[in-house]
């Protein structure tokens, strides 16, 4: 996928409380959403994150990839899809011919919730509540408004029915176009998380050829 990707001049966002979501329909760029995400406490998640992990791409990305929330490596590296499901994510857009560097990749939530294992030192992931998706919903909106994308991908249940509404299935509508005034297209696919998830290695071959093959459908549509 190849487009030309031109940076737009956006005036500066005003000043607001650092806890408080970017008010809406105010022109903004990246950076500064991006500098004012990082004092977000519009819910509690931030106790006990590293950091702030925004979005991350070019501004007139026609593409606009959405998931879930950061990982453990997220949260450590302040970079999204950076970890194993990013490894995945990298490689499933290669072989479907898109360039990462020309895609918005984000997240519905930009803090990592997480529980302590029962043994050891790891941060098991926990899906978020919907008061914390509803809290972040408003750094979504902006970037979406400041990107203006011409395709929106949800990946994975949380992403797709945060944005799609609460009855919509990645099992049944996976792949379809959906009407919405997010984007002119939109569409659904699974997380490349659910592929690491995969019972054996045949398993997880045969998830990631659907994943690539979902993505090479969305790079047509561009």
């Known amino acids: 996928m190849k487009s030309s990707l031109k940076s737009q001049p956006a005036p500066a966002e005003p000043s607001r409380p650092a806890n408080s979501a970017p008010a809406k329909s105010v022109p903004r760029s990246l950076a500064t959403l991006r500098s004012a995400a990082r004092d977000c406490k519009a819910c509690d998640l931030w106790k006990n994150s590293t950091q702030t992990v925004f979005g991350e791409g070019p501004r007139g990305a026609k593409l606009f990839l ?13 970079h999204p ?3 194993p499901a990013g490894k995945i994510l990298d490689e499933a857009l290669q072989q479907a011919g ?5 895609v918005y990749v984000t997240n519905v939530v930009k803090h990592f919730k997480w529980a302590p294992a029962q043994r050891g030192k790891r941060r098991i992931h926990k899906k978020p509540r919907s008061s914390e998706i509803q809290a972040c919903r408003p750094w979504l909106d902006a970037e979406l408004q ?8 949800c990946l994975g249940a949380t992403a797709a029915q945060s944005l799609l509404g609460k009855e919509f299935s990645v ?9 919405s005034t997010l984007a002119p297209k939109v569409v659904a696919t ?7 998830r995969a019972d054996n290695a045949a398993a997880r071959q045969a998830q990631m050829q659907e994943f690539v093959r979902d993505l090479t459908r969305i790079a047509a549509l561009l």
């Open 146 to 153: 400041t990107v203006k994308p011409e395709v929106l991908v």
């Open 171 to 179: 099992t049944r509508q996976r792949g379809q176009l959906v009407e």
């Open 190 to 196: 699974v997380h490349p998380s659910s592929i690491l």
């Open 66 to 78: 959405v998931g879930e929330q950061p990982g453990d490596q997220e949260d450590l590296a302040g």
């Open 81 to 83: 899809f950076v970890g």
């Open 98 to 102: 898109i360039d990462r560097a020309e």
